[in-house]
């Protein structure tokens, strides 16, 4: 958004499980994620962060694959945090 604040990791991380909640992704009996870069990260949080997701929810994932998502923080992350809060 053009002069206003992005949401942060924790909130798309939220919206993410919601989203999949309501659309019944979890309505099937083997989950499997594919997330690529950003969508990685993103769902790393969504997976890690405490009540986004049932135990039962999280017991139907049996494949999470992650393709060019960053370990850790880049130098071009670490260069931008300096200049806001995202």
């Known amino acids: 958004v053009m002069l206003g604040l992005n949401p942060g990791l924790q ?40 009540g986004l997701l049932s135990r039962e929810q999280l017991g139907r994932i049996r494949l999470v694959v992650f393709a060019g998502t960053p370990a850790k923080p880049t130098e071009a992350a670490a260069i931008c945090a300096n200049w806001g809060v995202n």
């Open 11 to 50: 909130q798309v991380a939220r919206e993410l499980a919601a989203d999949l909640v309501k659309d019944g992704v979890f309505a099937h009996a083997n989950v499997t994620f594919v997330a690529h870069s950003m969508g990685g990260i993103v769902l790393a949080r969504m997976l890690t962060e405490p």
